[in-house]
T-cell receptor
Framework: DAKTTQPPSMDCAEGRAANLPCNHS???????VYWYRQIHSQGPQYIIH???NNETNEMASLIITEDRKSSTLILPHATLRDTAVYYC??????????FGKGTLLTVNP | NAGVTQTPKFQVLKTGQSMTLQCAQD?????MSWYRQDPGMGLRLIHY???????DQGEVPNGYNVSRSTTEDFPLRLLSAAPSQTSVYFC??????????????FGPGTRLTVL
């Protein structure tokens, strides 16, 4: 599986938008970009995924660059409960997910 | 739906003991998998199954066995526990349908300590 690069940590003020970047310069044409998060000691939680187009759901928005070499997860109004490790993962059709170390997002009051 | 359930939540073993970590899902998902997570690390895939009767190895399979006799259950067996297997174990499932190949649902985890 292709790899992703994320900053180890980020801070965000409560109520502001949190923008989490991810680089995936070797992404294959059929690979989706998935975002999961893991709140302390809990199982990972799916957030969103996309292939080419930008995606939005009730949790977040996903912006994928036109060349697909990078993406940004946007939490529009971060709350203290959004403090978690966020994982950017590339996934094809083989069901396997390869987790890196992710980005620890700390939302501050 | 209960989603993905795991038992036990906590377990302490002595070196050489065997045990089975249980995982069950009630979403009729074909795909199930086991991951381990060591402190400060991401999750690593141990074994996975794409359907009843079909299993395969992941990134770190040594010391673990699995079987998939039903769609609902995917137990993970430690044959002879070692301190290196001290970790948090997560089970996950996915329907694998359409764009949701990797939209996986994770259980709450089993925290295992091997002394």
């Amino acid at each position: 599986d292709a790899k992703t690069t994320q900053p180890p940590s980020m801070d965000c003020a409560e109520g502001r938008a949190a923008n989490l970047p991810c680089n995936h310069s070797t992404i294959s044409g059929n690979e989706y970009v998935y975002w999961y998060r893991q709140i302390h000691s809990q199982g990972p939680q799916y957030i969103i995924h996309g292939l080419k187009n930008n995606e939005t759901n009730e949790m977040a928005s996903l912006i994928i660059t036109e060349d697909r070499k990078s993406s940004t997860l946007i939490l529009p109004h971060a709350t203290l409960r959004d403090t978690a490790v966020y994982y950017c993962i590339l996934g094809g059709s083989n069901y396997k997910l390869t987790f890196g170390k992710g980005t620890l997002l700390t939302v501050n009051p | 739906n209960a989603g993905v359930t795991q038992t036990p939540k906590f377990q302490v073993l002595k070196t050489g003991q065997s045990m089975t970590l249980q995982c069950a899902q009630d979403m009729n998902h074909e795909y199930m998998s086991w991951y381990r997570q060591d402190p400060g690390m991401g999750l690593r895939l141990i074994h996975y199954s794409v359907g009843a009767g079909i299993t395969d190895q992941g990134e770190v399979p040594n010391g673990y066995n699995v079987s998939r006799s039903t769609t609902e259950d995917f137990p993970l067996r430690l044959l002879s526990a070692a301190p290196s297997q001290t970790s948090v174990y997560f089970c996950a499932s996915s329907s694998g349908a359409g764009r949701g190949y990797n939209e996986q649902f994770f259980g709450p985890g089993t925290r295992l300590t091997v002394l």
